[in-house]
């Protein structure tokens, strides 16, 4: 699958699907990072912490939902470098999770989701940017 293009040309479909794809992306990071706030306190965790309780099969889907995040930002752009960074977020977050009981808690402050969003975030931000400046293409009608 190709890269989103971010040229002068974008039409208004591709912007929004970019959107689109942000929110949806934003939401899985939430949710699997910081979805529950522990009552009474400013703490939060996801569903990435509660997953990882399940010895194996838990971390597996934890970390594939983590990989989706990261083929998304692949197909909207993301240069490799940033990618290879994003890897090393979940790479991170793997070994930690891989420590019985004490990774459960690790896990629940190493948001590696977050982070990667953060980093999306960030990519899309400065093409938008770009393509802002871009100017509009003129059609001469005779």
Known sequence: MQAASFGAHASGHQHR???DARRRLDRL???LDSAIRVPGTEFRFGAD????????????AAKAMSGYLIW???RLGVPPA??????GHVGIDLVISAVPIVGWF???FYRANLKNMA???EHLDQHERVLDLQP????ATS
Do not use: Q
């Not at 509660?50 to 010895?55: E, S």
């Not at 940033?82 to 890897?87: D, Y």
């Open 136 to 139: 509009e293409r003129v059609h």
């Open 17 to 19: 699907s970019i959107e």
């Open 119 to 121: 980093m999306l975030r």
């Open 82 to 87: 940033k990618l290879a960074r994003m890897v």
């Open 106 to 108: 690790g896990d629940a």
């Open 72 to 74: 998304e930002a692949r």
């Open 49 to 60: 912490a509660l997953l990882n309780v399940i010895p194996g099969v838990g971390t597996v």
């Open 29 to 31: 990071a939430r949710l």
